[in-house]
């Protein structure tokens, strides 16, 4: 997917949490939260991420499975939000995402273009990974393996796991 001009990129990624939030077994997540939100919000291209009364966006449950996490943020461009992804500590915690979420069968991310400035709704974004759910990769929805300039996920990402989401 080419970046239309004007815009930026907006993503969504959601996780069945293991257990509660405030559980000791989520502890390494949870106090870790600060640190990577932290270096997102420092990290060049970084645009907006979406922030709820927690502090970060742990007590938003737009599903009806309560133990359905989010993360929304937007990035001046794909190649920021790779960089921030595979190219600091973020990795080495998405490398350990198996201790904290459950495997999802179905996709769990998705990316979309937003004209530069707009902030996407909770609702628009899970509207999106429906939409890429139901009809795949398009101009409307997409994922790393669409987004054109996307390059560091093909060597970068960590191995996937069966039990990861």
């Known amino acids: 997917m080419q970046q239309p001009p004007n815009h930026h990129l907006a993503q969504l990624n959601i996780g ?10 989520m502890a ?3 106090n870790n939260l600060a640190l990577v939100n932290g270096l997102a919000e420092r990290s060049p291209g970084f645009v907006w991420r979406f922030i709820d009364d927690s502090g970060n966006s742990t007590s938003t449950r737009p599903y009806a499975d309560p133990r359905i996490a989010i993360n929304m943020s937007v990035w001046e461009n794909v190649e920021s939000l790779e960089r921030f992804v595979y190219q600091t500590v973020h990795k080495r915690f ?7 979420f459950e495997h999802f069968a179905e996709p769990y991310f998705v990316m979309w273009w937003v004209p530069a400035g707009h902030r996407p ?8 990974l ?6 795949g990769r398009s101009d409307h929805a997409f994922d790393w393996a669409t ?3 996307a390059q560091l996920w093909k060597t970068a990402r960590c191995a996937p796991s069966e039990h990861a989401a």
């Open 147 to 149: 987004a054109s300039s």
């Open 121 to 128: 709704s909770v609702d628009e974004a899970v509207a999106r």
């Open 130 to 135: 429906e939409h890429f759910k139901q009809h």
């Open 16 to 25: 069945r949490i293991r257990h509660e939030i405030d559980d000791p077994r």
């Open 94 to 100: 998405y490398g350990r995402r198996a201790e904290w």
């Open 28 to 30: 390494d997540f949870t």
